[in-house]
Structures are given as structure tokens and as C-alpha cells.
């Protein structure tokens, strides 16, 4: 039976709604989830997309997370989560069987890069000494809710050994492609790490993102890793932990509008006209869906309206072609190989992504798009049948909105050619190989996954939405102007990603202003 009231309402299950769940059940509050699909899990789920094959719908790669202590806090090994760990973590293949490839181990993978460029080798070790405190300055700005204070710390004391104040901010505010060519010499390696981060959705050349190629730094500490069963089993742990805690999980429970009473918010109307009250309401959801979908207008203060309409959201950037295969992509030195252990980068050359950039300015696809294949059926035989395999391929750049005038659903099919064409220059022995095929287009990541224009990251990680401006200065601290409505998820500090962040500091902000009030934590 569901109860009628409870503490706080969480909005979405995807990993932020349920670790900030789990934290506050942890904390003594009556929590429940509301999650519209019919599984929990958001843009980290996995599902049986074709039959026997395991594939997750969103993402695969777990790298930020375990720069947090949630996996262990909140014991989730006890209810399923295991993780097979991918090293190398990263790998270009470049022709011969040859790659270079990044290790959790520096040592290795300078002596993988000094195969293309001795000089290069050099340079990557000081790279990641020099970026290695930046990085891990910021995961502790990203580690608390955003303040003008933190940013500037960060900002200022943004320098690696050797740096003076002034040149490490220069580091900070330039642009990744620029960083990264005055850094390294050779195509390879300045394709790599272009390609890695571009991850994160800003163009090379956009000032301050810098950072989304000098946080991989970390990645040599903390590794990165893929839940043994995909992707989902992180949420899948999420939820059982919140259930066995005494908390909540409804699936197939879409809120159709947040209740507020008395300029508060009061809690949620599900289909029907079910009603649950609650102390706090928590949109772990996009933050224009929140204040355009589920609030009345006449409930939102006047002017952010018209703000949250100029956030910049993106026009999508990227798509997916989820496969089942009957063999592994052959770089040239046969397979399984360690190559198949992480993210396989099929990005010739620098300038390779900036023409694929190009085509998705002036809002067309990509024609020739580069691509981040993963085949984790290596270090996990649970994902597909004996002697099968399950290939996704993440590739960019794909406009939502297109100037040719075209509808996705017409078109996804020869973005999806477009896709697997790049993949089959790099492994042409998957030619005739691909059995299946499940593409999602970025209106599909928007119907199915909520992600608004399809933008994985929800708002754009530019700079300018970073930190205490994200997604506005007003709504950066988790709290509303809306007294008891709280934000988490990608949309908010410090934005997209396999992390949690989000969640655990909504989850404190929300916890103290039920102690002390909702008004302690707005904005001055």
C-alpha cells in the first residue's frame, strides 16, 4: 500500500534522484521515488534491447563516481553492484594492430605513447602533473553545492607544480583543442585526448573547456570501470538499497504536476489524481521540464520563466547505435585484445572532429562522424549469449533541430550507416557481422530518456553554466525560489555524467533545510 504523505518526493530515478534518496532515508527522512518508465535507472540503465543481450541505453563508463564515496557508503556490493574494471581505459587504434592507449598506470601508458612520439611521452607525464591538482581541486569543487567563493578558489588556485597564478589560469580559460596542440606533437595523441574531451559537448575551440581534457588526469588514481551486468546494475543497487531502507520506488508513476499550496510546494499528482504530500519535493529531472511541465505558471515567479527559456540547452549532440555482433571489432591485431577492454577512440585526427563539428554547425549530421565504440563483453560474459557480443557505438556530432528540414525519425537510419561506416574504416572484418542494431537518435534520447533536445548533459557545459551559474545563479544552490522545491541531476552542479554529485549535495542542502529552513539556502 502507498502511503499518502512522506518526507520528500523525489522527481526521476535516474542515479542523482536515487543516490540523494538513499541519503536522505539514511538521514531519518520518509523518501519515495517516482519514476515514469516502467525501470529505474534514467540515462544509467540497462535493458534486454534485443533478446539475451544485456545493452545499456545510456551511459557505460564509470569513471567519476569513484571519486566519491557512495558505492561504499551506501554498501551497494551488498545488493548486486560489481564492477569489472577497463584498462586500458581508453584506446586509438591507428593502423597495424598498433594503438596507443591509456592505462590506470602512467608508466604504461607513456611507454604506449612514446611508440608514436618519444617527445610526446614527455610531455604526457608532465601534462598529468601539472593537471593533477587542477583535477582534483575541481572534484572537490564538484564535491559541494556551488558558491562564487568556491569558483573563484578554484580559478585562482587552479595551477599545477611549476605554475605560476596567472599561467594556470590561462590553462583554465583557454580552449581543450588549443591546450592540447601546444602540448603534443602527434596526430594520435592530439586525437585521443581531443576525442575524450569532447566528451563533455563543448567544440575545441570554446574558451574554458580546457578542463574536460585536463580532469582525465584522475583517471591514472581512480580508474574507470563498467558494472559487471551493464550499466543499470549502479541504479538497480541504488534502488534495492533505498528499498531495503525502508524508502521508496514507484516505476511506471509519471508526475503529472507538483503540488503547491500556499506558494509552497507540497508535493506530487500522479496520474489519476493520486496525490502525495511531502515536506520536500526534489525534480531530479531536467530543470526546464520541472518549471515548464510540472508547475503551473502562475506557481513560478515571474521572470524566471523567460531566464530558464534562455538557458542554453544545445541543439543535441550526439547518437547511438547499440549493436548485437557476432564477432569484435579487428583493429588490425586480431581480438579479444586489450583494446576491447575500454572505450576504443575511432577519431583519426584533430581535424577529423572539427569537419564532423562543422557539418552539425550548420545543422546537418555529421557525414563522416567520429566514434567511441565499447565492447565490454570481454570483461563481462553476462552481457551477451556465448560466442556474441554487444558493440555501442557513441558518436558525434548529430543536431536536434536540422536546417535540411528533415525529421529524425525518417533520418536516423542514415545516421546509423553513417555511424558504422566510420566504425567498419577502422574494423572492416564487422562488415555483414552486425546481427542487430538499435539506433537512438537525439529526438529518441529526448522521448525515451527525457533529455531535451537530446543532450545527454541536459544544459550545455559551457562556462558560463558551470559552477554557481548552473543552470541560473537562482537555482544553483539545489534550492528554488518555489520554498520546499529542491533540484538535483544534471541540470545543476556540476552537470552531467556517471558521478552523483548532484545527489549527494542536494541530498545535504535538503536535508539541513529541513532542519532549518528553505530560505537559509537561496542565493543572496
Not at 515514469?36 to 564509470?62: L, Q
Request: proline share 7%.
Amino acid at each position: 500500500m502507498n502511503p499518502s504523505s512522506v518526507d520528500v518526493a523525489v522527481i526521476g530515478g535516474g542515479h542523482n534522484g536515487l543516490v540523494c534518496a538513499n541519503y536522505l532515508q539514511k538521514a531519518g527522512h520518509a523518501v519515495a521515488v517516482f519514476e515514469r518508465r516502467h525501470v529505474v535507472g534514467g540515462a544509467v540503465c540497462t535493458e534486454e534491447v534485443f533478446p539475451g543481450y544485456k545493452v545499456d541505453v545510456g551511459s557505460s563508463v564509470h569513471i567519476m563516481l569513484h571519486q566519491t564515496r557512495i558505492v561504499e557508503e551506501l554498501n551497494l556490493g551488498a545488493f548486486g553492484l560489481r564492477y569489472c574494471d577497463m584498462d586500458p581505459w581508453a584506446a586509438l587504434p591507428y593502423g597495424d594492430g598498433q594503438a596507443v592507449c591509456f592505462y590506470r598506470d602512467l608508466d604504461r601508458t607513456c611507454e604506449s605513447i612514446a611508440r608514436v612520439s618519444e617527445r610526446d611521452a614527455v610531455a604526457y607525464r608532465d601534462f598529468i602533473r601539472r593537471w593533477t591538482p587542477v583535477a582534483k581541486g575541481t572534484f572537490r569543487a564538484f564535491l559541494n553545492p556551488p558558491t562564487p567563493a568556491s569558483l573563484g578558489r578554484h580559478l585562482m588556485l587552479a595551477k599545477g607544480p611549476g605554475d605560476d597564478n596567472i599561467d594556470g589560469l590561462r590553462r583554465i580559460l583557454t580552449g581543450y583543442g588549443r591546450l592540447i596542440a601546444e602540448t603534443f606533437e602527434s596526430a594520435e595523441v592530439r586525437a585521443a585526448l581531443s576525442w575524450l574531451a569532447a566528451q563533455s559537448g563543448p567544440p575545441p575551440g570554446e574558451l574554458g573547456s580546457a578542463p574536460f581534457a585536463g580532469w582525465h588526469a584522475v583517471v591514472h588514481e581512480s580508474g574507470a570501470a563498467h558494472p559487471e551486468g551493464g550499466s543499470g546494475m549502479l541504479t538497480q543497487a541504488l534502488a534495492k538499497a533505498l528499498v531495503h531502507a525502508g524508502g521508496q520506488v514507484r516505476v511506471d508513476a509519471p508526475v503529472e504536476r507538483i503540488l503547491v499550496e500556499n506558494n509552497k510546494a507540497a508535493g506530487v499528482v500522479l496520474p489519476g489524481g493520486e496525490t502525495v504530500r511531502a515536506r520536500a519535493v526534489v525534480a531530479a529531472c531536467h530543470v526546464v521540464t520541472t518549471f515548464t511541465r510540472l508547475l503551473d505558471e502562475a506557481d513560478v515567479p515571474p521572470g524566471l520563466l523567460h531566464r530558464l527559456r534562455h538557458v542554453n540547452v544545445g541543439n543535441g549532440f550526439g547518437m547511438t547505435v547499440r549493436c548485437a555482433a557476432s564477432e569484435l571489432p579487428d583493429y588490425g591485431g586480431g581480438f579479444p585484445g586489450e583494446v576491447h577492454h575500454g572505450m576504443q577512440l575511432l577519431c583519426p585526427s584533430e581535424q577529423f572532429l572539427r569537419d564532423a563539428y562543422a557539418d552539425y554547425f550548420r545543422g546537418v549530421p555529421s557525414r563522416r562522424p567520429p566514434v567511441l565504440a565499447m565492447t565490454f563483453s570481454p570483461i563481462d560474459d553476462t552481457l551477451a549469449p556465448p560466442g556474441k557480443h554487444v558493440l555501442s557505438l557513441w558518436s558525434q556530432y548529430f543536431p536536434y533541430e536540422r536546417s535540411d528540414g528533415r525529421d529524425w525519425d525518417q533520418a536516423r537510419d542514415e545516421a546509423g550507416d553513417a555511424i558504422l561506416e566510420t566504425l567498419f574504416s577502422y574494423a572492416p572484418n564487422l562488415r555483414g557481422k552486425i546481427e542487430q542494431r538499435f539506433l537512438q537518435s537525439p529526438r529518441d534520447l529526448e522521448r525515451d530518456l527525457g533529455l531535451l533536445h537530446g543532450n545527454v548533459m541536459h544544459v550545455e557545459m559551457s562556462l558560463d553554466q558551470m559552477f554557481c551559474f548552473r543552470p541560473l545563479p537562482e537555482l544553483a544552490n539545489y534550492a528554488t525560489p518555489i520554498p520546499n522545491l529542491f533540484l538535483c541531476g544534471a541540470s545543476t552542479h556540476p552537470g552531467g555524467g556517471v558521478f552523483g554529485a548532484s545527489g549527494l549535495n542536494a541530498a545535504g542542502v535538503v536535508a539541513r533545510a529541513l532542519r532549518t529552513g528553505w530560505r537559509r539556502y537561496l542565493p543572496a
